[in-house]
């Protein structure tokens, strides 16, 4: 089983529809978690990070589930400009070389359409 | 205020021979992170890197890859020998000097990336 699992997609949605993707992750000992957006043939970046409170950023929600061990980005109002690839990213450690820890899943593929 | 530079952007070699990538961290930041991403597959962790210090390289096939990062200039990624299976995208992170273990720095800042071709 993958450390972290997405559903790779793609995702077709008109503009302006809400669109939800899951992520799971194995490893209960996971200590932080984020969602970095990578358009086609470029470098990853950070969209946000996810909070046991769940957290807003304008149009995306993040949320995490502990229990189920999964964590979901919803994006409301779709615009074209959010056609992307979605990765979902867990910390396995708490050390100053955290980053090391970072673990990527494959990607959701996001297409919005006119 | 230039952001993590990676070069070249593109490299062709044959099998054999060796490909060299480079990577400028971000101004200020100390950690460097070079990752690999094959067609249709996440990012794969390499190695992690401070000045003059491999820190975590547990991601690095065990032949042929190795890194550095020098007290001056670029990190570099080494691969010696390539082969087909080596062509791939590898991107090179930065990220700011630790803070308290407490405070996870979850964001990487990537550069471009290399796109490596081998024929």
């Known amino acids: 089983r993958k450390e972290v699992e997405q559903d790779p997609g793609p995702f077709n949605v008109p503009e302006g529809a809400t669109v939800a993707f899951n992520c799971t992750y194995s490893?209960?000992?996971?200590?932080?978690f984020f969602w970095y957006r990578q358009d086609c043939r470029k470098e990853p970046k950070l969209l946000m990070s996810?909070?046991?409170s769940g957290n807003e950023d304008g149009r995306f929600t993040a949320q995490l589930n502990r229990a189920s061990q999964y964590i979901s980005l919803l994006i409301r109002d779709s615009k074209l400009s959010d056609s992307a690839t979605y990765l979902c990213?867990?910390?396995?450690?708490?050390?100053?070389?955290?980053?090391?820890?970072?673990?990527f899943g494959t990607g959701t593929r996001l297409q919005v359409t006119l | 205020n230039a952001g993590v530079m990676q070069n070249p952007r593109h490299l062709v070699r044959r099998r054999g021979q060796e490909a060299r990538l480079r990577c400028s961290p971000m101004?200020?930041?100390?950690?460097v992170y070079w990752y690999r991403q094959l067609p249709e597959e996440g990012l794969k962790f390499m190695v992690y890197?401070?000045?003059?210090?491999?820190?975590?390289e547990s991601g690095m096939p065990k032949e042929r890859f190795s890194a550095e990062f020098p007290k001056e200039g670029p990190s570099i990624l080494r691969i010696q020998q390539v082969v087909r299976g080596d062509s791939a995208a590898y991107f090179c992170?930065?990220?700011?000097?630790?803070?308290?273990?407490?405070?996870?720095?979850?964001?990487?800042?990537f550069g471009e990336g290399s796109r490596l071709t081998v024929l």
């Open positions: 490893n209960s000992a996971s200590q932080s």
């Open positions: 101004k200020g930041h100390s950690h």
């Open positions: 890197l401070q000045k003059e210090n491999i820190i975590d």
């Open positions: 996810v909070y046991s």
């Open positions: 990213v867990v910390n396995r450690g708490w050390d100053t070389g955290t980053a090391s820890k970072l673990t």
């Open positions: 992170a930065s990220s700011r000097p630790g803070l308290a273990l407490q405070l996870p720095t979850g964001e990487l800042f």
